[in-house]
């Protein structure tokens, strides 16, 4: 299976460069512990594809609402912006 990969570099609220992942996945079982194991596969994947990945996140749709989870100031961030990123590649899952 595929799953759709944001990876953008950004501006860092220090002034720096951070680079994030934002995946389009959630866990089967929507918990918070299945979900972290599977940010934390999704992000060793795209490290191992060549992606620099600082901070990470997966997005999903739930009850109509786009939801994050991960990195708490990557969340934060996303939830301001209104909406998930660009889709920039596909990574095997």
């Known amino acids: 299976m595929q799953i759709n990969l944001a990876h953008i570099k950004a501006r860092s ?3 720096g460069a951070i680079n994030y992942a934002v995946f389009d996945a959630r866990s089967s079982s929507g918990m918070s512990s299945d979900n972290e ?6 992000t ?3 490290r ?4 620099r990945v600082d901070q990470s ?9 786009i939801q994050f989870f ?3 100031h990557l969340v ?9 990123p660009r889709w920039t590649h596909k990574i095997d899952a």
Do not use: E, F, T
């Open 37 to 42: 194991l599977l940010l934390a596969q999704l």
């Open 70 to 72: 991960g990195s708490r």
């Open 48 to 51: 191992s594809a060549g992606l």
């Open 13 to 15: 609220a220090s002034g």
């Open 76 to 84: 934060d961030h996303l939830a301001q912006q209104g909406g998930v």
């Open 44 to 46: 060793a994947r795209a």
């Open 57 to 65: 996140a997966l997005a999903y749709n739930h009850n109509g609402r």
